[in-house]
């Protein structure tokens, strides 16, 4: 009886283990941003999807989205925001007993025509920029995990204090390819570390977006770029969903 009631008791402290999580958003306006006064951020929404899943036993998390940030200001040693990731994830990282997790979403604004730093980033370099970040952490702490989703839908008039337009969209559409190339390779080079988060969200807001984007003035009119409290919703639903899939 005694053996049965230490093995029941093994049993029950790894499957914990497995299902405890810290995450750590990487992210824009769009993850930092709460969709109107009475929203949360999509990341509290992908939280607290996961903490209704079966199994799931404690999330510890980080939002650490910055309005108007492109890849160029999360990049290690130069970016100005890789240093607020390393200060989330050193304590973090100390939880053993949780696996470490970092869930990106950038592109936005690496996208547009002009405004943003560094904007507009190509392709290939959004792609260097991406692998210099996620190697950091890969490298920075052994064990953890790294999920990234395509980015999502905008108007083609969207032109605030930046200039994004159709160019603007065109070239966030020519990101989702690298993304994903990039976490075939690192299958190979980093295996079972970088995963493949949501590829949902872009058509959806792009179906939706009058129902799920807010209305905002522009330069050429009224645009969509950013969910509103109804959206924030559904992008961390869909956010955490991936992560379920792929994580858990």
């Given at each position: 009886m ?12 790894v499957?914990s ?12 306006s769009i ?10 951020p ?13 199994g799931?036993q404690e ?11 492109t ?19 050193d304590?973090?990282y ?6 470490l ?17 560094g ?24 064990g ?12 083609t ?6 200039k ?10 020519s ?23 949501d ?5 959806y ?6 129902q ?5 003035k ?18 961390g639903?869909y956010?955490?969903k991936?992560?379920?899939?792929r994580?858990l």
């Amino acid at each position: 009886m005694k053996i049965k009631t230490i093995l029941l008791f093994l049993l029950i402290a790894v499957h914990s283990q497995a299902q405890n999580l810290a995450i750590i958003f990487i992210g824009n306006s769009i993850t930092q941003g709460k969709g109107g006064p009475d929203g949360l951020p999509p990341p509290t929404h992908a939280v607290n999807y996961l903490k209704g899943q079966k199994g799931v036993q404690e999330i510890l998390f980080a939002n650490l989205g910055r309005s108007g940030s492109t890849t160029l200001d999360w990049l290690p040693g130069s970016g100005k925001f890789f240093a607020k990731v390393t200060e989330a994830a050193d304590s973090l990282y100390l939880k053993k007993d949780h696996q470490l997790l970092f869930s990106i979403k950038l592109g936005t604004n690496d996208s547009a025509m002009q405004g943003p730093n560094g904007a507009p980033v190509s392709r290939e370099n959004y792609r260097k920029n991406m692998e210099s970040i996620i190697s950091e952490v890969l490298k920075k702490y052994p064990g953890s995990k790294v999920i990234i989703h395509h980015p999502i839908w905008y108007s083609t008039n969207t032109y605030n204090s930046s200039k994004y337009l159709a160019e603007g969209l065109e070239r966030l559409e020519s990101y989702i390819p690298e993304i994903d190339q990039m976490i075939s390779d690192y299958r190979i080079s980093n295996p079972g570390r970088v995963f493949k988060g949501d590829t949902k969200a872009f058509k959806y807001f792009k179906k939706h977006y009058l129902q799920m984007l807010k209305p905002e003035k522009g330069q050429q009119g009224i645009f969509y770029l950013h969910p509103n409290e109804g959206g924030v919703v559904v992008l961390g639903k869909y956010w955490g969903k991936a992560i379920e899939k792929r994580i858990l």
